[in-house]
């Protein structure tokens, strides 16, 4: 070999690839949301996935979607942005770059633009219609913090564990 690889993943791929990952982590029966963190210098500082906050139990907290609220995962399941914004040690997460599977709701865009971060680059935007992603939109257009859906590339990646 001459040269270098040609095939690598470029970066996006890579921290798509990334929160799509740990989308995976998630218990979540109907969905399964990662995001992943990054600085400017494309560094992964956080990332998080979706799920009930630590000690509540996945086995004792409800995952239905619908009924008595105190009875469905509302509630209490806590979103991948946010916990990435929360299990971030490191300081400050101004001018980062937001990787995520799901466009971010209402909540989670008010603590992303709180926390700093200035992009959000998403890979699905099922609940585009629904008020709390246009509530999303409306506040990081207000904000600053652009956003634009991440463009597939076809690749397939396998990972034998």
């Known amino acids: 070999m001459t040269g270098k690889r040609t095939d690598y993943l470029t970066?996006?791929?890579y921290f798509m690839g990334v929160?799509?990952?740990s989308a995976m982590r998630s218990k979540d029966?109907?969905?399964?949301?990662?995001?992943?963190?990054?600085?400017g210098d494309n560094k992964i500082l956080s990332m998080g996935y979706n799920g009930f906050p630590q000690g509540c139990s996945d086995d004792e907290f409800?995952?239905?979607?619908?009924?008595?609220?105190?009875?469905?995962?509302y509630f209490y399941s806590t979103h991948s942005e946010l916990n990435?914004?929360?299990?971030?040690?490191?300081?400050?997460l101004e001018g980062a770059k937001l990787y995520?599977?799901?466009?971010p709701c209402n909540e989670c865009a008010k603590a992303i633009i709180?926390?700093?971060?200035?992009?959000?680059?998403?890979?699905?935007?099922?609940?585009?219609?629904?008020?709390?992603?246009?509530?999303?939109?409306?506040?990081?257009?207000?904000?600053?913090?652009?956003?634009?859906q991440y463009r597939r590339t076809g690749r397939r990646i396998e990972i034998e564990f």
Not at 84 to 92: P, T
Not at 118 to 144: H, L, P, W
């Open 11 to 13: 970066w996006d791929e």
């Open 19 to 21: 929160a799509m990952l």
């Open 114 to 148: 709180q926390s700093g971060i200035k992009e959000v680059i998403y890979d699905c935007n099922k609940y585009e219609d629904t008020t709390a992603v246009q509530a999303s939109m409306r506040m990081f257009d207000a904000a600053g913090v652009r956003y634009h």
């Open 84 to 92: 990435a914004i929360l299990n971030y040690r490191g300081g400050s």
């Open 62 to 73: 409800p995952w239905r979607r619908e009924g008595d609220p105190l009875e469905n995962k």
């Open 100 to 103: 995520v599977s799901l466009f």
């Open 29 to 39: 029966p109907n969905t399964q949301v990662g995001a992943c963190i990054v600085s």
